[in-house]
């Protein structure tokens, strides 16, 4: 991993290609399938994450939690607003799916930062934390607004990262935070206890569902501070990814994850193609070329399969467009892929852009 960004376009492209063939045959195992059924049938509860690009911010690592039970919804900057048609039905459509099976849904809506080194924050943001807290409010009363603020059902709650550490820091209803790097081998015992005063309104499944996340996360707050590992800040990217389906791709400074949910696509296109313009400009990474990777995944064959298609090469060209349009010698470096995603394997399949 740590030499792909110098190889040639067409190696670094195989390489990813068979990432994502291995990453479905590990979400694909028994042994990963029966520790999904296993979880879910002792914590129900639905886990989604708003949440940023940012290939650091792998909340199934950092919670310790089972491949497949956090479902992410990825936007460069973590920027979202419910109020764009297509996040608004994509999110609706996810909580009634888990409420027709009588499941509650726990959505963690997340900023991340670093405590070390400000310029490792968020760049969407532009490294102002109080920034990105401040919109993951934001969204906390959209959600509220749409699903109920009696959180019956919906629990939204505002979620901090820290980078350095895979801290979570999460913000409590009653204006209390936990900051769970701040937590010992002593203290689970009194955990239950503290998220009841954080969340007084949180349904008790809900909190007893949330209970494995904290303690996985203090769990992996001991294996960081037990590991050497670099704190990578250049960015390298060299591939922008349209479209949704990307799990496979937890890796810093490798990716810019575009979303398909703001209705105005074309703008973070540009921003994206301006950062792999000035990775290759600055030589950070070489300049024989970049991927432009449109993702969409479908559950069922047939139809659904067939729309997902038809929605990836609609993604693929709209953003290659924008790109030749604005950034014309960057694009004459331009390989894309389009490809769709079965959503019950994670298995990433080219098919042909027209």
Same mark, same amino acid.
């Given at each position: 991993?740590?030499?792909?960004?110098?190889?040639?376009?067409?190696?670094?492209?195989?390489?990813?290609?068979?990432?994502?063939?291995?990453?479905?045959?590990?979400?694909?195992?028994?042994?990963?399938?029966?520790?999904?059924?296993?979880?879910?049938?002792?914590?129900?509860?639905?886990?989604?994450?708003?949440?940023?690009?940012?290939?650091?911010?792998?909340?199934?690592?950092?919670?310790?939690?089972?491949?497949?039970?956090?479902?992410?919804?990825?936007?460069?900057?973590?920027?979202?607003?419910?109020?764009?048609?297509?996040?608004?039905?994509?999110?609706?459509?996810?909580?009634?799916?888990?409420?027709?099976?009588?499941?509650?849904?726990?959505?963690?809506?997340?900023?991340?930062?670093?405590?070390?080194?400000?310029?490792?924050?968020?760049?969407?943001?532009?490294?102002?934390?109080?920034?990105?807290?401040?919109?993951?409010?934001?969204?906390?009363?959209?959600?509220?607004?749409?699903?109920?603020?009696?959180?019956?059902?919906?629990?939204?709650?505002?979620?901090?990262?820290?980078?350095?550490?895979?801290?979570?820091?999460?913000?409590?209803?009653?204006?209390?935070?936990?900051?769970?790097?701040?937590?010992?081998?002593?203290?689970?015992?009194?955990?239950?206890?503290?998220?009841?005063?954080?969340?007084?309104?949180?349904?008790?499944?809900?909190?007893?569902?949330?209970?494995?996340?904290?303690?996985?996360?203090?769990?992996?707050?001991?294996?960081?501070?037990?590991?050497?590992?670099?704190?990578?800040?250049?960015?390298?990217?060299?591939?922008?990814?349209?479209?949704?389906?990307?799990?496979?791709?937890?890796?810093?400074?490798?990716?810019?994850?575009?979303?398909?949910?703001?209705?105005?696509?074309?703008?973070?296109?540009?921003?994206?193609?301006?950062?792999?313009?000035?990775?290759?400009?600055?030589?950070?990474?070489?300049?024989?070329?970049?991927?432009?990777?449109?993702?969409?995944?479908?559950?069922?064959?047939? !139809?659904?399969? *067939?729309?997902?298609?038809?929605? +990836? @090469?609609? $993604?693929?060209?709209? #953003? %290659?467009?924008?790109?030749?349009?604005?950034?014309?010698?960057?694009?004459?470096?331009?390989? !894309?892929?389009? *490809?769709?995603?079965?959503?019950? +394997? @994670?298995? $990433?399949?080219?098919? #042909? %852009?027209?």
């Amino acid at each position: 991993m740590e030499n792909i960004h110098h190889k040639p376009i067409v190696q670094r492209i195989e390489w990813l290609m068979g990432h994502a063939r291995r990453h479905s045959e590990v979400f694909s195992s028994s042994e990963a399938f029966i520790a999904r059924q296993r979880y879910l049938a002792e914590h129900p509860s639905a886990v989604a994450a708003l949440k940023c690009m940012d290939g650091r911010i792998n909340l199934s690592v950092a919670t310790h939690t089972p491949l497949g039970i956090i479902q992410p919804f990825r936007n460069l900057g973590g920027m979202f607003n419910l109020g764009w048609p297509h996040l608004g039905e994509v999110l609706a459509n996810y909580v009634h799916d888990q409420v027709s099976t009588g499941r509650r849904v726990l959505l963690l809506i997340t900023y991340h930062y670093s405590k070390s080194d400000k310029q490792r924050g968020c760049a969407g943001f532009n490294f102002d934390t109080e920034a990105a807290r401040a919109h993951t409010y934001t969204i906390k009363h959209q959600v509220e607004h749409v699903f109920g603020a009696g959180h019956g059902t919906v629990y939204p709650i505002v979620c901090g990262f820290e980078t350095d550490e895979d801290a979570l820091v999460l913000h409590g209803s009653n204006g209390d935070m936990l900051d769970i790097s701040q937590l010992g081998v002593h203290d689970q015992d009194g955990l239950r206890p503290r998220l009841e005063h954080i969340f007084p309104d949180m349904p008790s499944q809900t909190r007893h569902d949330l209970e494995p996340l904290v303690l996985g996360n203090m769990d992996r707050i001991v294996e960081v501070e037990n590991t050497e590992r670099t704190l990578d800040v250049e960015h390298r990217e060299w591939m922008i990814c349209v479209g949704r389906g990307f799990d496979f791709l937890h890796m810093p400074n490798l990716a810019l994850i575009i979303g398909p949910y703001s209705p105005d696509l074309a703008e973070p296109i540009h921003q994206a193609a301006g950062i792999i313009d000035a990775n290759m400009r600055a030589g950070r990474i070489p300049d024989d070329g970049f991927l432009l990777l449109a993702s969409v995944p479908f559950a069922e064959v047939g !139809v659904d399969r *067939a729309r997902a298609e038809l929605k +990836s @090469r609609f $993604l693929s060209k709209f #953003a %290659a467009d924008v790109i030749r349009a604005q950034h014309p010698k960057l694009a004459s470096r331009m390989q !894309v892929r389009t *490809a769709v995603l079965d959503w019950r +394997s @994670r298995a $990433l399949e080219t098919i #042909a %852009a027209e």
